[in-house]
């Protein structure tokens, strides 16, 4: 007979598993805000109306802490995976090959599965009954992309929480246990266009020139080519065919521990034993590294079929350089990135930045943002009315110890977006466009509609173009939209908040710059009134002298621009400068 003084514990959203009548739901308490995320019954913003667990982390201190905790076990995980790995793929490469292969997938693994082992250890209630399942079948992901993509599924994340619930035993939880056949999800074929593109972007550079270009913002595949050109050799091409297509042979069982590791606490107990169900499978490979390595400049490692390639051009005695892809580097408080791409690699690829704590730093101007400047001409005879309002989204669920947007403070950032809306006086929001993101779960149109007003959105065309179109842009967050905009020269409001943000003591100074001249702001209420002030006569302000210079001094430090970059590319990566 069930105990009627026992409450339900919902982990996840998972459909099957949710309260089947509003008693059931009202009298259940949640772990977190992730299980009103992409859920068939509730909306996102509902949340507010059930009880959820307090979070584990009280501010980004706390996340900085646990992050510095998961960077040391990989580093000290890396060691034993590279043995593991080298063993039972039969194989003898470096621990630099491994590393290339895994730390994309291992950060956000490690992040997750600490993530959801605070979760658990936090609960401090009794008597709580919780369902768990018990899978039987494959789950573990094929490949990085599609484990990224399961770190933010319901399934997937009762599976960790299972997985880890029934280690830990803890005594305030009863639990059920049922058993759930995992369906593998079928790989998409790859289309001929993706074929080609794969074979000229990558395969091609990779049978001929010792330098290949692959994932670098900016580059075209004409760029891509003159920078390579000089290491051209028809002798690499009788060197490198036979491994280019040598077939992978490896299929891992899902029973392995990785008997090596050593564990230091509860954590990596549990850790050593699931971590290897949980490895995407195309880590594993039989395919060596080439005896005469080359060099890879790119970002191109969060997916597995180029991290294959990477590693094998590169892993025994070529170099790897990753390049800048984006905002916040250099800028957040927490970073994980910089673990995968800075640790990982032979240089880095910045905007313009240096960073004291890294001697890898290779400061380039960049050219993505070189050419977005130079598009500024074409739109300078548009009539430009719109105050264009870009949003984001992020994942419900902790995927990576990044000091952006934790989940129990989305629900808040949803009403920062509805306050704004609702400061804006009627001239001014018949002028408004919202920039959407619309795929994390988070029903943030229907929260704008129901709580605020909802505005004009955009419906397609390019972000950049849209920012180009509007009189001013209003960004609510660190990302790369306002880089762009700063880089275009296009009137930009920057609006968020440091506890939805954290950024960096360096970082600071430079928002203080912005914020000096009108620029930036970390409360909706201060962007709404300079809207008001400032909007007829935006362009006065934006072109003044001041926010000329900030906006340069900022670009100097974080998007540099030189409209000779190829020159400055050209001689970074020659062959003269890589053999030094």
């Keep these: 007979m069930e105990n009627l003084g026992l409450r339900s514990l919902i982990l996840t959203g998972y459909a099957d598993f949710w309260p089947k009548s509003e008693s059931d739901e009202k009298n259940a308490i949640y772990l977190g805000p992730w299980c009103f995320s992409k859920n068939e019954f509730r909306k996102f913003y509902e949340q507010e109306s059930f009880e959820l667990l307090p979070s584990p982390y009280n501010d980004w201190k706390d996340v900085k802490k646990y992050w510095n905790y998961i960077s040391d076990l990989h580093d000290r995980l ?6 593991f790995l080298n063993e039972f793929c039969g194989l003898s490469e470096s621990e630099k090959f491994w590393k290339i292969r895994t730390t994309y997938w291992l950060v956000h693994w490690l992040c997750c599965y600490h ?22 079948g494959n789950f573990r992901p094929e490949s990085c992309e599609s484990a990224m993509e399961k770190l933010k599924d319901h399934e997937y994340n009762l599976i960790l929480y299972s997985e880890l619930a029934k280690k830990l035993n803890l005594p305030e939880l009863q639990l059920e246990e049922i058993s759930l056949s995992v369906v593998e999800t079928a790989t998409r074929e790859i289309t001929l266009k993706e074929r080609i593109h794969y074979f000229l972007h990558y395969q091609l550079f990779f049978l001929f020139f010792g330098i290949v270009f692959g994932e670098c913002k900016g580059l075209s595949w004409k760029d891509k080519l003159g920078l390579s050109l000089s290491s051209f050799s028809l002798v690499r091409f009788f060197s490198t065919f036979s491994f280019l297509f040598l077939k992978k042979r490896i299929y891992p069982g899902i029973s392995l521990t990785l008997d090596s590791f050593s564990p230091q606490n509860e954590f990596e107990i549990c850790v050593q034993e699931n971590i290897l169900k949980h490895i995407p499978s195309d880590i594993f490979t039989n395919r060596p590294s080439l005896e005469k390595g080359g060099v890879w400049v790119g970002f191109d490692v969060h997916n597995s079929r180029f991290a294959d390639l ?20 250099d800028q957040y408080l927490i970073f994980p990135h910089e673990k995968i791409e800075f640790e990982s690699s032979n240089g880095f690829v910045s905007w313009g930045w240096k960073n004291s704590k890294s001697n890898k730093i290779i ?3 960049s050219p993505y943002l070189t050419k977005l400047n130079l598009l500024r001409k074409e739109y300078s005879d548009i009539d430009k009315k719109d105050i264009l309002y870009v949003s984001t989204e992020h994942f419900a669920y902790y995927i990576r110890y990044h000091s952006t947007l934790r989940p129990e403070s989305q629900l808040e950032y949803l009403k920062s977006q509805a306050n704004f809306i609702l ?4 001239d001014l929001k018949k002028n408004l466009v919202f920039r959407a993101s619309v795929g994390f779960g988070w029903n943030n149109l229907e929260f704008l509609k129901n709580h605020a007003y909802l505005p004009k959105i955009s419906s397609g065309g390019t972000l950049t173009d849209l920012m180009f179109r509007s009189k001013i842009v209003v960004i609510d967050h660190l990302a790369t939209s306002y880089i762009e905009c700063l880089a ?9 908040e440091e506890n939805h943000f954290g950024y960096s003591k360096k970082f600071r100074q430079y928002l203080l710059i912005l914020q000096n001249v009108g620029i930036y702001h970390n409360h909706y209420l201060s962007a709404v009134n300079f809207l008001k002030e400032e909007y007829s006569k935006i362009d006065v302000w934006w072109n003044s002298e001041e926010v000329q210079n900030a906006r340069i001094h900022f670009l100097n430090e974080y998007g540099k621009m030189d409209t000779n970059w190829f020159s400055d590319w050209s001689e970074a990566f020659s062959s003269r400068s890589l053999s030094q």
Excluded: M
């Design 78 to 83: 890396i060691k034993q995976l590279s043995a």
């Design 115 to 136: 993530d959801r082992y605070l979760n658990l250890k936090k609960i401090d209630q009794k008597n709580l009954k919780v369902k768990l399942i018990r899978p039987s």
């Design 310 to 329: 990477i590693s094998r051009y590169t892993g025994n005695n070529g170099k790897w350089f990753s390049v800048q892809h984006g905002g916040g580097y």
């Design 363 to 365: 400061s380039l101007p």
């Design 423 to 426: 400061e804006l006086p009627e």
């Design 488 to 496: 275009a020269n296009i009137p930009l409001l920057l609006c968020f």
